[in-house]
């Protein structure tokens, strides 16, 4: 139980370290690997699959809107932005990873 608690609450605490814009790429890529993931678990069947396309769609859209911020202008390219928005893909495909059924 101990065990458990300490991988909830961490995550949750070290949270509050990081910045908000870090903490909104991690959302971003949860929510766009998670979703595409899950729709393409759903029309293959096959975990690994979908955990690789969840997995290569929220890496893409985190190096992607890093391209269009050079690009344009409109924003600052930043490495670390492409790789939180990748960890929360990563995060949420294992997660899913072992959750379908």
Excluded: W
Aim: hydrophobic residues 45%; aromatic residues 10%; proline residues 3%.
């Amino acid at each position: 139980m101990k065990k458990i608690l300490i991988l909830v609450f961490c995550p949750i605490v070290a949270m509050g370290q990081i910045q908000p814009d870090k903490v909104k790429h991690f959302v971003a890529g949860a929510v766009i690997g998670g979703t595409t993931q899950f729709l393409t678990y759903k029309a293959t069947g096959n975990k690994n699959t979908a955990f690789l396309v969840g997995f290569g769609v929220g890496a893409l859209a985190g190096v992607a809107k890093e391209v269009y911020d050079k690009k344009t202008g409109k924003g600052v390219p930043s490495t670390a932005d492409a790789v939180y928005t990748s960890a929360g893909a990563l995060s949420v495909g294992f997660t899913l990873r072992f959750t379908l059924k």
